[in-house]
């Protein structure tokens, strides 16, 4: 059974849907409302406008799935797909290649792996996780509502000021600090990145804590010296934990266009990125180039931020992704 | 440099005509596809490219081009016209007529708007003699407060807030009777980020701006918005009727097609561009100058503007007439290095020259390398200064153990001084049309031109003469 059967028999109240799945799904929908307006709209007038498959109609995809931000090479590829399995099925009817197009963007992101979204937790000692990514994608406010998350699993939280540069930016971490209740570590502004990573690292262990979120300064990816500062504030972690950073998260605003592929490849270079937290995917962009990422450099997405509530940061799920971008053709097709 | 991946492809593109004596509509075809794709993996808002490839090729195979001499340049021309069109053909200036003028900053979270707000405050003062007051409206961030306050002590200028529990319309309207009383003529109100879909936010937004009217209103996108920028900007510009446009992070290696995308439909214009995290790195948008930027054609208008600020102008009158009757020697040559330096980095300066851009993506410049001439121009004499002719064997021995570099440097050195003399005073004595024809050539020989050059640019502007050199 293909993925578009299966995401509808989930719909169709089938017994084997739990109530979590079903309140995840519902997260998703609310949050992704304002992404998929456009985007079915198009769609929905395409496949009205076309009685049968041709070329125009593929090209008409093609436009639709780039203004998702889905990079140009990936539709390309996407769409050489679809075509390819379209002729392949003999599908005539365009209401058919909607269930085509949904099971090809899964195997996109699939790729045939196991996808696991959750962070790697160390089980003997101190989880390290390094946040990083380009200025003003929301690095700060993501830690902030995973440490909320940890906290309320028990977990023991600490927080490292890793942006000694941006004015403001420490205090920021401070202020999130005292609302979700954890130890905050800085320096002065404008110490060494690294110095306070030390400290962070030598305090969270003598205190026995579980998991250490470390923040870093927006560094746009083509600033040779800040990527090296990077390099060397996870040399300090590596050094000082082995086996960490057990996770390296890049965070990327939906908002991006194709310039999200070149932060990847750049911060993957420099900090063997993990995984990646997509935020403000509760507006109208569709942060399609995650999916451009993952089909080209294979990192997974980890967490979608669609709300402004700690809970609303949450692990990502292609099944519920897609869902949410189509939940409408689900519910009305065929 | 932003755009710079665009405009390697379009120049790719383009390149695929432009040695062509003849050009067939396939011809124009094929490019076009090339560059419809150029522009999309640009982030340009698709509408635009399907509206921008369909008016460029109209004009493209128009009889006019085809019959020309040169129908490739012709296209390019076309090309670059239509992006500029595209950008908002020209400059536009801030509206500073009140006493004092209100400027709003509006735009999404971690666009850049409180770094903005310092980055303009900072222009205006030094451009305009402004006495600005920034006031901290954003009390939902966590320290975005704390923010602009520091922002305000690094750069010395004042900052009205009233922490974070006060209604940000009430802080607008606070901020501006202390404006007046304390006699600030300019008032920048940094207001909170926020999702243009978020109604509650929004409806603050229209509340300020109705009770203070401010004269700008600037929305603040990021240069690497994908489709998106313009849903944003439509939405902002629906609610607020915006004035203005910052395009910030240009720095990076974004290829900024929302800046192709927002003035076209939206038709609100850009009017400054953010090009680093320091707070002295804002420039005013310049649409026909970001076109040929865009198309690797160089943008002499920002170098001589540069140069201006820096460079005396009777200084550099006095080094043109040196130029013309080749009576430039070691003195006047570091003294034009000095002056180089302050125009920033050397491979900045050449991108900004016609054709040079593209050639020397992959060339690694020594910064360096200028240390190393001066050195060797500091163990020379007053004597061999004023006289290279004078410099012999035993001379240049002599000069090579002062300075620490072989005699084969020295001797280098020397050379490429007297060949750059010999060639400025061809420069001098040719006409426009030739002129024309040797950068062409230059172009497309891609050599870049040896250090010193630069200096060469403000020095025909003094003479009156040199802007048509840069045609295509």
Redesign the interface.
């Known amino acids: 059974m293909g993925f578009f059967d299966r995401i509808k028999s989930a719909l169709g109240g089938k017994k084997e849907v739990s109530d979590t799945e079903r309140r995840a799904q519902e997260n998703y929908k609310e949050g992704l409302k304002?992404t998929r307006g456009?985007l079915l709209t198009q769609l929905q007038s395409l496949f009205a406008d076309y009685t049968d498959i041709n070329e125009d109609l593929f090209q008409e995809l093609e436009?639709i799935f780039?203004?998702?931000?889905i990079?140009?090479d990936t539709v390309v590829d996407f769409i050489g797909q679809l075509k390819e399995a379209a002729l392949e099925a003999g599908v005539t009817d365009p209401k058919e290649l909607q269930r085509l197009m949904v099971d090809k963007l899964f195997e996109i992101y699939v790729k045939g792996e196991f996808v696991n979204s959750n962070l790697k937790m160390n089980k003997e000692g101190l989880t390290v996780i390094l946040f990083v990514g380009?200025?003003?994608?929301?690095k700060t406010t993501s830690i902030a509502k995973i440490a909320h998350q940890l906290k309320g699993r028990g977990k023991s939280v600490m927080l490292a000021a890793g942006d000694t540069?941006?004015?403001?930016?420490i205090?920021?971490l401070?202020?999130?600090g005292e609302?979700v209740g954890v130890p905050v570590v800085s320096l002065k502004?404008g110490s060494d990145p690294s110095a306070v990573m030390f400290d962070a690292l030598k305090q969270a262990k003598a205190e026995g804590v579980d998991v250490l979120l470390c923040d870093t300064a927006g560094r746009?990816?083509?600033?040779v010296n800040l990527m090296k500062e990077l390099e060397k504030v996870k040399r300090v972690i590596e050094r000082e934990v082995p086996g960490a950073p057990h996770d390296t998260l890049l965070v990327v605003?939906?908002?991006?266009?194709?310039?999200?592929m070149?932060q990847a490849k750049a911060f993957l270079d420099t900090t063997e990125v993990s995984g990646i937290i997509l935020t403000?995917l509760?507006?109208?962009?569709?942060g399609?180039?995650v999916l451009a990422i993952r089909n080209e450099i294979g990192i997974p997405i980890k967490y979608v931020g669609l709300g402004e509530k700690p809970e609303d940061l949450v692990h990502f799920d292609i099944e519920q992704y897609i869902y949410g971008l189509f939940a409408d053709l689900f519910e009305d097709g065929a | 440099m932003a755009f710079e991946t665009l405009s390697d492809r379009l120049q790719s593109a383009l390149k695929t005509v432009t040695r062509k004596g003849k050009l067939t509509e396939k011809d124009v075809d094929v490019m076009m596809r090339e560059v419809r794709?150029a522009l999309?993996?640009?982030?340009v808002n698709?509408k635009i490219v399907r509206e921008f490839i369909n008016e460029v090729k109209e004009k493209a195979v128009g009889e006019a081009v085809m019959k020309s001499l040169t129908p490739g340049q012709q296209v390019v021309k076309i090309v670059n016209e239509e992006l500029t069109k595209l950008m908002g053909e020209t400059a536009e200036g801030l509206n500073l007529a009140s006493k004092p003028a209100v400027f709003m900053m509006v735009g999404?979270?971690?666009?850049?708007k409180?770094?903005h707000t310092g980055k303009l405050s900072l222009f205006l003062r030094k451009k305009e003699k402004k006495n600005p007051l920034l006031v901290a409206c954003d009390v939902y961030?966590?320290?975005?407060v704390?923010?602009?306050?520091?922002?305000g002590k690094?750069l010395g200028i004042a900052v009205f807030d009233k922490g974070t529990d006060a209604n940000p319309v009430d802080i607008a309207v606070e901020g501006i009777a202390y404006a007046k009383e304390h006699g600030h003529d300019l008032v920048i109100l940094d207001t909170a980020g926020r999702?243009?879909?978020d109604e509650n936010l929004m409806g603050e937004l229209s509340q300020i701006k109705k009770r203070v009217s401010p004269q700008e209103i600037l929305l603040v996108v990021?240069a690497?918005?994908?489709?998106?920028?313009v849903?944003?900007a439509e939405t902002f510009h629906k609610e607020l009727d915006l004035s203005g446009v910052i395009l910030t992070?240009l720095?990076?290696?974004?290829?900024g097609?929302?800046a192709l995308s927002i003035r076209k439909l939206t038709n609100v214009p850009i009017k400054f561009i953010g090009l680093g995290?320091k707070l002295d790195t804002l420039e005013v948008f310049h649409p026909e100058r970001m076109a040929s930027r865009i198309l690797g054609m160089g943008d002499v208008m920002t170098l001589i503007e540069k140069a201006q600020e820096n460079f005396d102008e009777e200084e550099s009158m006095k080094m043109a007439e040196k130029f013309m009757n080749a009576s430039f020697d070691f003195n006047d040559f570091l003294k034009q290095m000095k002056q180089m330096k302050k125009l920033g980095s050397f491979s900045d300066i050449l991108k900004m020259l016609p054709g040079v851009g593209n050639q020397l993506k992959n060339v690694d410049i020594d910064p360096k390398q200028m240390a190393r001439t001066e050195a060797i121009i500091y163990a020379m004499t007053e004597a061999e200064r004023k006289n290279p002719d004078l410099i012999n064997s035993a001379r240049k021995t002599r000069i090579a153990k002062g300075c620490g570099q072989s005699v084969d440097e020295v001797n280098r050195m020397i050379k490429q001084f007297l060949d750059m003399r010999k060639m400025m005073k061809q420069f001098s004595k040719m006409d426009p049309k030739q002129m024309e024809r040797m950068t062409g050539a230059m172009q497309a020989g891609g050599k870049a031109p040896g250090p010193g050059f630069g200096g060469g640019v403000p020095a025909k502007k003094g003479k009156g003469k040199g802007r048509g050199g840069f045609r295509f």
């Open positions: 304002k456009t436009d780039i203004m998702a931000d990079g140009v380009v200025n003003g994608v929301g540069f941006r004015a403001g930016a205090e920021q401070q202020v999130w609302r502004e746009l990816q083509n600033k605003d939906a908002t991006t266009g194709q310039n999200g070149s403000k509760d507006g109208t962009a569709k399609g180039i | 794709l999309l993996e640009a982030d698709i999404l979270q971690g666009a850049g409180t770094t961030r966590p320290a975005a704390d923010q602009l306050k520091t922002l690094q999702l243009h879909i990021d690497m918005t994908g489709q998106d920028a849903n944003v992070k720095d990076g290696d974004s290829r097609g929302a995290e």
